[in-house]
T-cell receptor, first 110, second 116 residues
């Protein structure tokens, strides 16, 4: 069954606004990763956050992890048109492979 | 350092033919993963290989699909007697020797398979 579920499924914002995407999962995890996929392209790794971490930053990206709620959020600040893409969370549990959600499709309008 | 390479980028096959998808991992990476993505869906894990070994094939269909990662050369995902339902994007990822499943995976651009 699907482990990570992103919310919302689609998000449309104006350039310069912040975009927040959420991911919920069902079982305990070792780590959670966020990826970006531009239309028709491969995935690009954004951030990995381990189960004992609560927040990580990378440039305009901020990821939080709440293991008590089994949820994570990805915040993109000051969004740009180039941020338009699908964003996926993926979880690792034990020695099981990455399990991806269906993604959030972000559109940033210039 | 070149990234993960996949070829071909696009592949068209008729029903019943064979499809061979190739993946060259990043230099120094010894772990390879194959995923399948249907339109508007996330990636679904298929198989995890190390050199000359299949570590986890729990996501591979039982029939017609096979994968290998030989000592020399790229990893190959082989689909025999393709059917229309095999049409999808197939992505390969690699990771370094340390960490395996727990570490970041680097993805290739994918092969888009269309079965007519």
């Amino acid at each position: 069954s699907q482990q990570g579920e992103e919310d919302p499924q689609a998000l449309s914002i104006q350039e310069g606004e912040n975009a927040t995407m959420n991911c919920s999962y069902k079982t305990s995890i070792n780590n959670l990763q966020w990826y970006r996929q531009n239309s028709g392209r491969g995935l690009v790794h954004l951030i990995l956050i381990r189960s004992n971490e609560r927040e990580k930053h990378s440039g305009r990206l901020r990821v939080t992890l709440d293991t008590s709620k089994k949820s994570s959020s990805l915040l993109i600040t000051a969004s740009r048109a180039a941020d338009t893409a699908s964003y996926f969370c993926a979880t690792i549990t034990g020695n099981t492979p990455l399990v991806f959600g269906k993604g959030t499709r972000l559109s940033v309008i210039a | 350092n070149a990234g993960v390479m996949q070829n071909p980028r696009h592949l068209v096959r008729r029903r019943g033919q064979e499809a061979r998808l190739r993946c060259s991992p990043m230099k120094g990476h010894s772990h390879v993963y194959w995923y399948r993505q249907l339109p508007e869906e996330g990636l679904k894990f298929m198989v995890y290989l190390q050199k000359e070994n299949i570590i986890d094939e729990s996501g591979m269909p039982k029939e017609r699909f096979s994968a290998e990662f030989p000592k020399e050369g790229p990893s190959i995902l082989r689909i025999q007697q393709v059917v229309r339902g095999d049409s999808a994007a197939y992505f390969c990822a690699s990771s370094p020797p340390s960490g395996g499943l727990q570490e970041t995976q680097y993805f290739g651009p994918g092969t888009r398979l269309l079965v007519l």
